[in-house]
């Protein structure tokens, strides 16, 4: 097993962190990488010409081309953005003009509102179906439906690559060249895979992936959009305005080529140097590891959870999902557990998480869910403390 508590300036003796699904905690040297830029050279970027205006801009395009390596892309075709959110927006914004009436835009109901709304929204402003794929009750991809429902006129695929509340990895390599036989453009949602798995971009058969760079233990405000250089080339920014234009005449403008022309205004420079020495941490500790600590975990607490009388654990078993499980506590709402839980510096997360129609369509009690996800810093004692609180709050509530 991994030992990085210590990498991990916010994790004093008896903090129990399980909310790595919603932000990751930062490891010192990505807390460092910051600070040294607001000390020494905190100029904006792709402006000035003085020493700190290029050290920062250097800096900036250096965080570019780790983002690329980690993902295995070219640094034209990483778009920074605030979070994930942002990013999958970006996407429906550059595919806008290619959906209009009579199309189909096809996404899954695991999805977390990030990859839905954009996508309900497009087709309802374009005169599309927006058509909605399902899970099987047990909490896999619905292969047969998505089948069924990928029309001719399908253009858009929406699909995750990890559940934030199942955990469920879905086919998303068979789904995106099933989609390609329809000519229709696939984006992922990677927000909850890149902490734990390796992503090699082009392989997975997408058109563009969001990212979250918080949650790959980057700074707050980082995120990330990758796509495929003949759509991004063309694309409708979601901005307009500095930084991103060739030339400003009376009635027009020329954009500038991707990436800039997508990265308008003042972009969170502090934030995207982070985000390179984050992609320094993971590389530095390596996938099979991240991968070999978090599986056994997972196995650890999905069992752990499963044992508890009362508990009810969504999604399929480990082997099938990544580092997280949501769970519910029968006669209890999920905000009064997680609460009880935070009293005993247990942090989890409950509610909705952003995922109502997946919550709906299982029918899962209250629609909400507590969960607790897992990264490379937690332990077998993390896991433990959370059963036994768990079992506290059986005797306090009665229940
Ligand atoms: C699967 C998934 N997609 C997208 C997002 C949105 O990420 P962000 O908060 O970076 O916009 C999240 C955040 O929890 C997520 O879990």
Redesign the pocket.
């Known amino acids: 097993m991994l030992d990085l508590r210590k990498e991990f300036p916010a994790l004093r003796e008896g903090v129990v962190y399980l909310d790595s699904?919603?932000?990751a905690l930062k490891p010192r040297k990505v807390v460092e990488a910051t600070l040294e830029y607001y000390e020494n050279f905190p100029a904006n970027v792709h402006r000035g010409g003085y020493p700190w205006a290029n050290r920062a801009t250097e800096a900036y395009e250096e965080a570019r081309k780790k983002v690329a390596n980690l993902i295995h892309a070219r640094p034209e075709e990483v778009v920074f953005t605030?979070?994930?959110?942002?990013?999958?927006n970006l996407a429906a914004s550059i595919l806008a003009n290619r959906i209009g009436e009579g199309d189909r835009v096809l996404v899954s109901v695991m999805?977390?509102?990030?990859?839905f709304l954009p996508w309900m929204r497009l087709a309802r402003n374009r005169g599309a179906e927006f058509v909605i794929f399902n899970v099987t009750p047990d909490g896999y991809l619905d292969l047969e439906d998505f089948r069924r429902k990928l029309t001719p006129n399908t253009k858009v695929v929406a699909l995750?690559?990890?559940?934030?509340v199942l955990g469920t990895v879905p086919p998303f390599k068979e789904v995106a060249k099933m989609a390609k036989e329809m000519r229709a453009v696939v984006v992922l949602?990677?927000?909850?895979?890149l902490a734990h798995r390796e992503v090699k971009v082009r392989e997975t058969g997408a058109h563009f992936i969001?990212?979250?760079?918080?949650?790959v233990f980057g700074p707050m405000g980082t995120?990330i959009l990758w796509g495929r250089m003949e759509l991004l080339k063309e694309g409708e920014p979601l901005l307009v305005g500095g930084s991103m234009i060739k030339d400003v005449g009376f009635e027009d403008y020329t954009l500038e080529e991707t990436p800039k022309r997508y990265e308008a205004g003042t972009p969170d420079v502090g934030g995207v140097i982070g985000l390179g020495a984050a992609v320094d941490f993971v590389l530095e500790i390596g996938y099979e590891a991240i991968h070999t600590h978090e599986t056994e975990l997972t196995a650890y607490l999905y069992d752990a959870l499963s044992s508890v009388g009362g508990v009810e654990v969504y999604g399929p078993p480990p082997k099938d999902r990544t580092s997280l499980v949501a769970f519910n506590l029968k006669g209890l709402h999920p905000h009064d557990l997680a609460w009880y839980l935070g009293e005993l510096g247990i942090m989890v997360r409950s509610g909705g998480?952003?995922?109502h129609p997946l919550h709906k369509f299982l029918g899962i009690p209250y629609n909400q869910s507590v969960r607790a996800s897992l990264s490379v810093f937690n332990t077998k004692e993390d896991v433990d403390r959370l059963v036994e609180g768990i079992v506290k709050a059986k005797r306090a509530f009665g229940v």
Not at 111 to 115: P, R
Not at 189 to 193: E, N, R, S
Not at 210 to 215: C, I, Y
């Open positions: 699904g919603a932000t605030k979070n994930a959110t942002e990013a999958l999805e977390h509102h990030a990859n995750t690559m990890a559940s934030n949602d990677g927000a909850q895979y969001g990212f979250s760079g918080h949650k995120g998480h952003c995922a």
